[in-house]
C-alpha cells in the first residue's frame, strides 16, 4: 500500500475521490461510500465489460487492475488484481483502474494478446467468467515486466498458481492454462510429445511453440498515469447518504476518530474483504468506515535477531512477498516457511492482494487460517489507543475471548504483530508446522488449520540412537471451536515426554478431549474435524523426526511429512482428419464470439442499459418450508425511499399455477410455501438497492405444517411421492437370480450438483399498452416456454409475448425450466405496474430458488456368475425430486434407461420413483439424470469385482455388449464403438503397466495411495418426449451476400451458433465470415424445443441445412456457364435482380422410431455418444486430499463438426463430472444429518461454501482423443452430440480415488468391500481410510463410518 505519509493529523481533508480508469482523469465529488467498485464502473461508467458473478470475491468475474504509485521518489508501482465486488469505490482513490475494457476491443482492432491468445485458443466458451480471467492474465503477465517469452521473466509454475481466484465452469481450465502459458519464459520445460504416437498429436508445448513464432515483439503495457506519480494522498471524509467514509494518513489521525467513535460507531476497514461480506450477506450495518489503508505504522516490517514486526495493514501479497525473502529456518526456527505454506492456499491472489494480517487476526474467524500460526509461534499484539496514548501489548494466546470477541477495547487499533525468534542449537531446536484441510485446494477456507510448534532438547542417552524430550508445544487449531484453540492441556501434558510415536499418540487422544466437537456443532464434520486434529500432529510428528533425521522414521511413513508438490499441468489432444468432402464444417472455427467475449464487449442479459422508466425487482421469498403464510405486512418495506408496489399472486390476471410439464407449482405462493425460497411476491422500486432493502423488510407471519420432508428416506417414510412407480423389464429376473452363482446386494447415494453457471439467471420484461405486448430479454434455455408460461400467467395469447435470448452465461441445464418462473414473476410485476421491470438474481438466492441435480438412491440386487458374467440385475431408484414435478420425471426415466451403461444385463428389473419433499424443485442439469444411473450401474461392476477379487476391467469386458445386442429398453446397438474405444484406451494410456507401477507405489508409501480407474460410457441422443425432437430455422440472405441465420438453439457457450454457422456456409457455399446469429427470439423461429438434451446441433443444423439447401437450389438453378464461378456475393446478386427468394425456413423431425414407452418396455434414442476415460490419482489418505495425476479421454464423437469446440465440451463437461463425483456437495439443513442449520435451507449457497473445481483441480496430464473412422449417418454431417455424454467420464476420477481408499484399508486390515458414497469429498476420503485416527474420532464403528450428506 502507499507507504508515503508525512502529512499530520492537521492535513487537509478532502471530500472526493482522484483516481483513472482505463487512462481517463475521473474526480469524483458524488460517491457514496458503500458503492463497491464494481457497481460503479457498471452503473456510472457504464462499462458492463466485468461481471458480477457472485459478489463475495469467490469467482474472479469481476476482476480488475488496480496500479498504484507506492513511493512517488522512487517511482515504484504497484499493480495487483482485487475483486471489484468487494472494493469500496472509497478505497480506490489514488489508483488508476484497469478494467477488460482498457486493455483491447474489437471495435478499435487492438486485441491484446492475453486477449486473442485466449480467444483463439478456445479458452473462452460462455465467456462469462472470461474478462475476470484475462485481467488475471494480463496482472501476471504485466508484473512479470516482459511479456515477450524470449524475455520474459514469467515460469509456467507461475501460470499455473496465476488463477487461484478464478473460476470457470465451462472449459474445465486446460485451454486457459495453455493459452497463459504462451507468455512463459520456460516453456521448453513442458512435455513434448511421446513419440510413440504416430496419429498427429497436438499438445500444450506445440501451442506455445507456434505462439513465439509469431510474436516477437513486446507487448504494450497500458501506462501509469504521469499525474499519479505525483499523487499525494490526503485526509479524505465524504459523507454519503446512509453512511460516512474516513481515510486518515496518519496514526494520530486514526487514533484520534477512533476515540471520537468508538465501538459500533465507527468500523475500521482495510481490504474489506470480510467487512463487505457483512454487510451484504448478513445485514450487519455501520454508520461510518474508518479505512486503515494509508497508516505508515501499520505497515512496517522488521526483522531484529529476536523478533519479527509485521505491520497490521500489511496486505497478505507483500506479506507473502517479505517472508519469502526472510525466510531461513536456520535464523527464524521455520515460522517464515509456515506462514509462507499457509497463505499459499489462504483465499486468492485477487483476496490477497488487498486483505490484511490485522484484519484476518481482529476478524477472529474460528477458521481463520493465520491466526492458528501465529499462535503457534507465540505472537504478541500491539494495540494503540488516542485518549491516553497507550500501547498495549496482548499476547495472541489470550486475544480471542468468544465467538468473534476479542480482547480489544472499543476504541483501540491493532498497529502491529510481533512474532518472537526462537534460538536453535544442536542440543535444543525448535520447529514450527503449518497445516490445512479445506473442500478445495484453491481460494477456500479451512475446515480445519493448524500451527504446531514444539521446543525439543537433547537427551543424553547410553544408546547411540539420540532422543528429544519436549520442553515446550504450542498447538494451535482453527475450525475446532467458537475461536482459534490451543490446545493448552495437551501441552502442558506433554512437557518432559520424550519425542516419539507414543507421546504424539497420547498428545491425540488429549487433543481430542480437549476439543470435543458434537453433531450441533455449525459447520458438521465433527468425526473428520477430530480426525484431522490428529492427522496433523501426525504428519508434524514425521516432519519433525524427519528434520532430526531420526532413524525411527519408517521410510514408507515419510510422505506424510511433507505436502503435495504439485508439477506444472500440461495437455494433449488428438483429432482425426476432417473428410476432404467438407471444406468449413469439421474445421476447428474459434467461437464465434470469442473476441467480444475476451474483450468484455460480449452483451448479456444485465449488460442491457435500462430504459427510462425501468423498476427494479427483489424476490420476497419464504424462509419457511411446509408452512402457511398468515399475514404479509409492508409496512416497513413501503417506507424504503423509492418503494413502488409490491407484487403477488392477486396481481395474476391469467393462471397462477404453472410448470414445465405438470402445471403443479405456484408462481406466487397463494397460502402454503412449499419450499424454503419460494416465491411469494417481488418488491418493485426505483433502484435496485431500494428494492433489496426494502424486500428484505416485508414481514411475514407463518403457521408450521407437519411433516417437513427433505430427504429421500424422509420421502420413503411418509410415503410422500410424486406419481406413479415407473419400471422397465427385460428377461426373467426371479430365473436369472436362481442361475447366478453370486447374489449381492448393496445401496448406494449420489448427492445433488448446482449448475453453478457464472451468470446467474437474469430478466428484463417491458411491457407495451401498444396492442398488449410484452417483451422479455431473459437468460433461458427455453424462450418459447418462457413466452407460452408468460401468457398463460398473464392470460394473454402466447403472440402477445415475445422471448429475446442474446447468449447466456452458462446453462448446463439450469435455465431450461427453473428460470421461467423468475421471469413470468418479472413479467407480472411489469405488466402491473406498466412499466419495464429487470432483476439479476444475486447468487446466493439463485442457488436457493432454482434447483439443482436431483440427488438419488440407489438400491440393487445383482446376481452373477463366479466368473462375474451377470444373471440378473434388480435395481430400485429415489430421486428426490423436491416439492414439484418440474422435469423429474423424464430426469428419473432418463436415469433408468441408462442403468446399464455399456453392459449387458440379461435379466433385468429397474423401478424408480420421485420423491416429494420440502425442498425447492430440483431440475435438468448436463447428463439430465444419465450420470446418476451411470454411477449406479459402475457401482455395481466395482462391487462384483471386489467380491470375485477380479480387476473391475474383467467384469467389464465380460459383460460389455456387442455390435448389435439389445438393451435393456429393446433399442439394437448399431455402430457400437466401445469395444474398440475400450481396447485402444487400455492400449494407448498404458493402463495394464500403469496399474502396476500404482500397485508398486502403494507397497512404498503408507499414507500416500495411487489409485487408477478405467471407465466406459454410452449417452441416449434424442428427448426421450418424441414431440420435443424437432426444430426450425430461418435464414435470409441479404443482398450484399451477408447471410442472417434465425434457428430454435439458444447460445450458453457450448459452441452451437458457430457450428450452426458453419453448416450455413458449408451448404450456402459462401465464406463463413458472411453468415451471422444475432440471437434466439420467439418472433423469428416458433415453438423451440429447449436448447437441451444434446440435441441442439443435430436438430437445428438439420433445420439449417434444409433451409440453406432451398437457397442453394435456387442459386443453382442461376449457375450456367461462365457464372460456374461467379463469386458468391454476385450471385446472390444475381438472383435478386432475377427476383428469386433469398430467404428459407427449414424444419426438421429426427425420424422414427424414438421416444421412451415405458409401459411397453421400450425406448429408442437417436443414436449413442460413447466414450471410455481412464485416470490416476493420488490421495494422501490422512487428510483425503488429492490429486489427478493423468486422464486419458477416448470420445466418439462421429465426424466432428468443430474438433475444438467439441474437446472443450469434453473437458469441459469432465471436470464438471470429477466436479459432481468428489467435491461439491450441498448441504441442506435437515432434522437428522445437518442439525446445525436451518431445516430446508440450503447452507452452501455461494463459492464460498460450494466449491466446484478450480485451477488447480485440473489433471496433470490431460489427454484427450476423438476416434478416427467412425461416421454417424443418423446426425448431421455425420457428427454426433456431445454436450452431456462425456460428464459421467469424469466419475473414473471417483472410482480411481476409491480404489486409491481401498488399498489404504486392505493396508489397514480391512478388505471387505466398502459401500462408498458420491461425492468422493476430502471428509468423505478420510474418512473412509480408516485407521487408529478415524477409530479415536468416531463414536461408532469406524470401519463402517459413512459421511452425512443430503441425498
Ligand atoms: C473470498 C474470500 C476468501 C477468504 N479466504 C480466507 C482464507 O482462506 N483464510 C482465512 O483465514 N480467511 C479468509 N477470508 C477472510 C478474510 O479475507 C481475511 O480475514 C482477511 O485477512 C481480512 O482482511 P481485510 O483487510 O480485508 O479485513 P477487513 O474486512 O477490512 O476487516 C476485517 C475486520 O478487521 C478489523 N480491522 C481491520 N484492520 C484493523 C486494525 N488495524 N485494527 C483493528 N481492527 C482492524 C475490521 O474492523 C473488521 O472487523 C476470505 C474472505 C473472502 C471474501
Ligand atoms: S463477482 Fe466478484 S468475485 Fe465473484
Ligand atoms: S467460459 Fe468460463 S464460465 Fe463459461
Redesign the pocket.
Known sequence: MVKESTQQSTSPTIDYLLFYVNGKKIIEHHVEPDWTLLWYLKNKLNLTGSKLGCG???CGACTVLISQCLNRHSDELEHRTV?AC?APICSVDGCHIITIEGLGSVAKSNLHPAQSRLAEMFGSQCGFCTPGIVMSLYATVTSSNHSNPSSSSLTIQDIEEAFDGNLCRCTGYRPILDAAKTFAKDIHKLPSKDSSITKPVSTTLDKCLSFVKHTDKEIKKIEFPQELRHHIPQSIYIKGSFVEWYRPITLNELLHLRSTYPGSAS???????????ETKFKRLKYPRFIS?THIEE?QQFTRTQTLLILG??VT?TCLQGRLTEWNDKKLDGGICQALIDQLK????TQ?RN???????I??A?P????NPVLQAADAVLELHRADTNSIRFVPLRDFFLAYRRVA?TDD????SIHIPLPTSTTTNKTFIHSYKQ?RRRD????IVSAGLCVQLESINTTTDKQQWRIVCARFSFGGMGPTTILAKNTQQELIGQTWSRTTITKACELALKEMPLDELTPGGQPEYRRTLVQSFLFKFYVYVCSELHQLSVDPKELSAAHSYHRAVSHGQQIIPERPNSQKIVGTSLPHRSAYLQTTGEAKYTDDMPSLPNTLYAAFVLATQPNARIKSIDLGAASKVPGFVTFVNHNDIKGNNMTGDIVHDEEVFVSSITPCVGSIIGVVLCETERASYAAAHLVQIEYELLTPTIFTIDDAIEHQSFLDNERCLQQGDIEKGFSEAENILEGTILIGGQEHFYLETNCCMAIPSNDDYELTLYSSTQNPSKTQELTALALGCDVNHVVCHVKRMGGGFGGKESRSITPTIAIAVAAVKVGRPVRMNIERDVDMCVTGQRHPFKIKYKVGFTNEGQFKALDVYLWSNAGCSFDLSMPVLERAMLHIDNTYRFPNIRVRGRLCKTHLPSNTAFRGFGGPQGLFGCETIIDHVARHLKLDALVIRRLNMYKEGDLTHFSQPLERWNIPRLMDELVESSDFLQRQKTVEEFNKLNTYRKRGIAILPTKFGIAFTAKFLNQAAALVHVYKDGSVLISHGGTEMGQGLHTKMISVAAEVLGCNVNRVRISETATDKVANTSPTAASASSDLNGMAIRIACEQIRERLNKLVSGDDIHLPWESLVKKAYFSRIDLCAHGFYATPEPLGADFSQNRASFNYFTQGTAAAEVELDTLTGDWHILRVDIFMDVGTSLNPQIDIGQIEGAFIQGVGLFTMEELIWGDHKQYKWTKPGALFTRG??TYKIPSFNDVPIDMRVELLSNAPNPLAIYSSKAIGEPPLFLGAVVFFALKNACMAYREQQGYSEYFPFNSPATVERLRMACTDEFTQRACIDKHEIFQARGSY
Open positions: 463475495e470475491g469467490g475483486n468487494l468500523k475500521l476497514v482495510f481490504g474489506n474483504t470480510e467487512v463487505q461480506i486503515v501499520l497490521a495493514g497478505l492456499y489462504f483465499a486468492s483476496i488487498v486483505a490484511s494480517l490485522g484484519g484476518n481482529v476478524n474467524s477458521i481463520s487460517d493465520v480489544m483501540e487499533v491493532l498497529v479445506a481460494d477456500d477456507i479451512g463459492p464460498g
